[in-house]
Structures are given as structure tokens and as C-alpha cells.
């Protein structure tokens, strides 16, 4: 167990006292007072050593097999002892520009929160140091603990957010510069764009409504007077929606404009080609028909036939190179 316990601790009255060698004691002593209660942190935990852990402190199975095997969506189930959310981190990677989603699961029960993270983001290390620094907010017990990872997690929303929206500003700027860019690899940049978002999305899109939930009434484990900081961590994932809904929206409207542009470069190459090959059939006309050997033909034996005709025949090349050139075609 220690190589999965991150941090494990009795906090009372919002501060921290020691690090306990037994949590199943620990437990004991934080339901015998009425202030206190016991956190333990756990970093992909296996089957077998998060046994001792539900038996512990009663841990439903199902909300125990989900947290072990993890890839849920985030959520929010009420059990006989103990509430269940799940909450997915999303890591922003700014060398590959790329968007990764973790997971984190909480339980909270009697005097108890255990925290259960996959993957290598959203550390709550800093969130441990920050409520452990405001005891009056750490003194409400593990609704405190909830509160803080959640607002944590959706902060860091709005954070990755911003990044996309820079990204997408570069993006835009690629698309509509003036030579255009490489077409292929502006599209296929556009469409991993697109994945990111999408990534964003599953994470951040289903929380909505545990996190309504949480700002109503009647939710087990949950302090009665907790549902106003609630609602505020809902009206930053409302933003944090919204802003990736903006950003979804505008790749669709980037891509079409790139798939437009490509047509239109495509009608431009044509119409060239079509006048080009226009200014070529004119001398290939006179020359199939002057090139065709009778002896009778009008003009064949004149001295200045070869160069009246090879002066007709850049003169109408000439002549529709101007035409073609007016109308925009060259």
C-alpha cells in the first residue's frame, strides 16, 4: 500500500495533525470527534491493494470497480455510505499542442475522503497545500475536500481553453495568409484540432450535471450551506463549455473556408489551363490546315505566306492573351 498512498492524513478542525501509520485506525479516531476527519490519497491503486481500503470504509463495489478500472465518464452516484464523483483533469501539452484527459475519482463518506487518481495529471498535491492553508474552509470536513478538487479541475479548464483559443488564432492566420499554406496539411491540422476539442469536450461536457446537482439541496455527505461555492465552480464549467463550443464551431467554419478556398484555387488552375490551351489551338488549327500537302492550296506559293501566317497566328495568340488576361483567367 505505501507505494500508492500518496498522502494520508487526520485533519481536525481544518488543520492537519499527523500522518497516521494504520488508516484503519485513523478512521476510528476521526469518527470518534465530531471535528475531524481522514484523507488518503491514492495513485493507481490495483485491485488488490485497494481491498483493504473498501473494506475499510465500506466502499460500494460498483463505484470500486469503476474507480479501478477507470475511462468513465464524469458523474456523480449517491451510495448507502459514501458519495461517488468522477472527474476527468485534462492536460494541455504545448510542444505537441495536444489535448490528454486523466481521471480522478472522490469518495466521501463518515469522516472520510479518498481520492483515487489515474494517470500523471492534476496532481492534488497543490490542492492539499492550498486547503491546508485556509483551515476555515478545510474545518467543513470532506464537502471542503470536494469543493476543492472540483473548483481545481474546472479551473484548469478554463486555463487549457485560453491555450486552444491561441492556437486556434495561428491556425485562422495559416489558413487565410495569402499563399494559402500547404493545403493538405492545413486540412489534416484542422481535423486534429477538431480530435482535441473533442477530447475536451467528453471531459468537460458531461460534468455539467453532477455539478448541478451539487449546487442543489439534499445531496447525502454534502454540507447544507456548501451549494453557493458549488454553483460557483458550475458557472466556470458553463464558461469553460461555451468557450469550447466557440472553438468547435469556428474549426467548422475555418475548415469550410479552407475546403472553399481549395475550389476556388482549383477553378482558378482551370480556367488557366483552359486559356492556355485556347491561345494554343488557334496556331495548331492554322498550322493542320497549312501543313497539309496540296499544290493547289491558296497562297502556297506566295513569297510571304510563311510569315503572314506565322504573324496571324501570334497576333490571335496575342489577341487572347489580352482577352483572357482582362478577364481575370490568367
Same mark, same amino acid.
Given at each position: ?13 481544518? &488543520? &492537519?495533525?499527523?500522518? $497516521?501509520?494504520?488508516?484503519? #485506525?485513523?478512521? #476510528? ?9 481522514? *484523507? ?39 451510495? #448507502? ?20 484527459? !486523466? ?13 483515487? @487518481? ?11 497545500? &492550498? ?21 481545481? +479541475? ?34 489534416? &491540422? ?18 455539467? /450535471?453532477?455539478?448541478? @446537482? ?12 456548501? %451549494?453557493?461555492?458549488?454553483? !460557483? ?9 461555451? %468557450?469550447?463550443?466557440?472553438? !468547435? ?14 475550389? +476556388? @484555387? ?9 486559356? *492556355?490551351?485556347?491561345?494554343? /489551338? ?15 492550296? $491558296?497562297?502556297?506559293? *506566295? ?25 481575370? *483567367?490568367?
Amino acid at each position: 500500500m505505501p507505494a500508492v498512498i500518496v498522502d494520508c492524513a487526520i485533519y481536525r478542525d481544518g &488543520r &492537519r495533525t499527523e500522518r $497516521p501509520d494504520d488508516f484503519s #485506525d485513523a478512521l #476510528d479516531e476521526a469518527r470518534a470527534s465530531r471535528d475531524a476527519f481522514l *484523507w488518503i490519497g491514492l495513485h493507481e491503486p490495483t485491485e488488490e491493494e485497494f481491498d483493504l481500503v473498501r473494506d475499510e470504509f465500506g466502499l460500494h463495489p460498483l463505484a470500486v470497480e469503476d474507480a479501478l478500472r477507470a475511462h468513465q465518464r464524469p458523474k456523480l452516484e449517491v451510495y #448507502d455510505d459514501s458519495l461517488f464523483a468522477v472527474l476527468k483533469p485534462v492536460v494541455y501539452e504545448p510542444e505537441s499542442d495536444t489535448v490528454s484527459a !486523466d481521471e480522478l475519482m472522490v469518495f466521501i463518506g463518515d469522516s472520510f475522503v479518498v481520492t483515487v @487518481r489515474h494517470g500523471e495529471g492534476a496532481p492534488l498535491a497543490a490542492v492539499r497545500r &492550498r486547503l491546508e492553508a485556509e483551515p476555515e474552509v478545510l474545518k467543513h470536513g470532506p464537502t471542503a475536500v470536494l469543493y476543492a478538487v472540483s473548483d481545481a +479541475v474546472v479551473d484548469h479548464y478554463m486555463d487549457v481553453s485560453g491555450e486552444l483559443q491561441l492556437d486556434l488564432e495561428e491556425l485562422e492566420a495559416q489558413v487565410f495568409a495569402p499563399s494559402g499554406g500547404d493545403a493538405k496539411n492545413t486540412a489534416a &491540422r484542422i481535423y486534429t484540432f477538431k480530435r482535441q476539442v473533442l477530447e475536451f469536450r467528453r471531459a468537460a461536457g458531461p460534468l455539467t /450535471a453532477p455539478m448541478a @446537482r451539487l449546487a442543489g439541496a439534499g445531496v447525502p455527505f454534502v454540507h447544507e450551506h456548501a %451549494q453557493p461555492f458549488f454553483r !460557483d465552480v458550475a458557472d466556470h464549467l458553463t464558461r469553460a463549455n461555451e %468557450q469550447v463550443e466557440g472553438l !468547435d464551431r469556428l474549426l467548422s467554419d475555418i475548415l469550410s473556408a479552407h475546403l472553399a478556398q481549395m475550389g +476556388v @484555387r482549383q477553378n482558378d488552375d482551370m480556367r488557366k489551363i483552359s486559356a *492556355w490551351a485556347a491561345m494554343a /489551338a488557334v496556331p495548331t488549327m492554322v498550322a493542320g490546315v497549312y501543313g497539309m500537302n496540296f499544290d493547289h492550296m $491558296p497562297e502556297l506559293h *506566295w513569297v510571304w505566306t510563311y510569315p503572314a501566317v506565322v504573324a496571324s497566328m501570334g497576333c490571335a495568340v496575342f489577341g487572347l492573351h489580352r482577352l483572357f488576361k482582362r478577364r481575370g *483567367w490568367l
